[in-house]
């Protein structure tokens, strides 16, 4: 699933009848975040949709701002979804999972299709397609290319609904028992990554908070917490707040009350909604309706 088209694409179709104004940018932690839950914390009448990619770089994070700023988009509300990988990654990937549709890469159409055709045709994508329409048999092996879920996307704001929400709510406490090689035993040791921010970043970073205050939005960057709880370099986290604000810029990374608990955690790298509901919390306070 390139989930830059399906975003972009989700919101091209809706825009005219839905008047979206509030956009949460990020990687696949975004789905920890239910529109309609930020939402209650905005103000009455703003709409909001989740344009996000998988392993999403910075570079695509500003492509989708530039995108939205020239199609005349309203630009109310950002929820910026970061941790160290997205804010290191700047080299856009232009395999068919990641490649940006033409409206925010600027690429040809043609050039963005022979993506997804050469992708289709090789064997990991091509026998896996062949052998399902077949036999309609999913296989293990099939993973990644065929979806055995059905549907879990909002047609209308992309907000996620993850299966193992399902499942969870089936095991309850055996879940995390059953899942257990995911969750790896933690070092007790406070840990800091390394620096990721430096030139080319801090250009990017400017120029989308330049993006920001021509449309005078009013921007909450989180950084995501993660099961490993290693905390954002304290130079990285600095430049962040200089730039946006020290008020802007919520810091969840490392040991703390959100990362200590294994059930706010999907596996190691992603978390629940129910932690994006106390992170929603944490930033707004009361203020919801």
Request: proline share 3%; glycine share 4%.
């Amino acid at each position: 699933m390139n989930e830059h088209h399906v975003g972009w694409q989700t919101y091209i179709n809706n825009r005219d009848s839905v008047h979206f104004n509030s956009f949460i940018l990020g990687n696949s932690c975004t789905m920890a975040f239910k529109c309609s839950e930020w939402e209650r914390y905005l103000d009455k009448g703003d709409r909001a949709i989740r344009l996000f990619g998988n392993a999403e770089r910075l570079t695509a994070v500003y492509k989708k701002l530039k995108a939205l700023d020239v199609s005349h988009a309203t630009i109310k509300n950002i929820l910026l979804i970061a941790d160290e990988s997205l804010l290191r990654k700047t080299q856009i990937n232009e395999t068919a999972s990641f490649v940006m549709p033409p409206a925010e890469s600027g690429m040809s159409d043609f050039e963005y299709q022979m993506c997804f055709i050469q992708s289709f045709l090789t064997p990991k994508y091509l026998v896996p397609y062949c052998d399902y329409n077949l036999f309609h048999h999913y296989r293990p092996y099939m993973k990644g290319v065929i979806n055995r879920y059905g549907v879990f996307r909002n047609p209308v704001n992309c907000d996620f609904n993850n299966p193992r929400e399902k499942e969870i709510k089936m095991k309850h406490e055996l879940y995390w028992v059953e899942h257990k090689k995911e969750f790896p035993r933690r070092d007790a040791n406070h840990k800091e990554a390394k620096r990721v921010i430096y030139d080319s970043q801090i250009k990017l970073l400017k120029e989308i908070e330049a993006l920001f205050c021509k449309h005078h939005a009013n921007v909450k960057i989180v950084l995501s917490p993660d099961y490993d709880q290693m905390k954002l370099n304290h130079v990285d986290l600095k430049i962040l707040q200089s730039i946006f604000g020290k008020a802007n810029v919520y810091d969840f990374t490392g040991v703390n009350e959100f990362t200590q608990d294994i059930h706010n955690f999907y596996e190691r790298e992603h978390y629940r909604p129910i932690l994006g509901e106390k992170l929603l919390h944490q930033i707004y306070g009361m203020q919801r309706w």
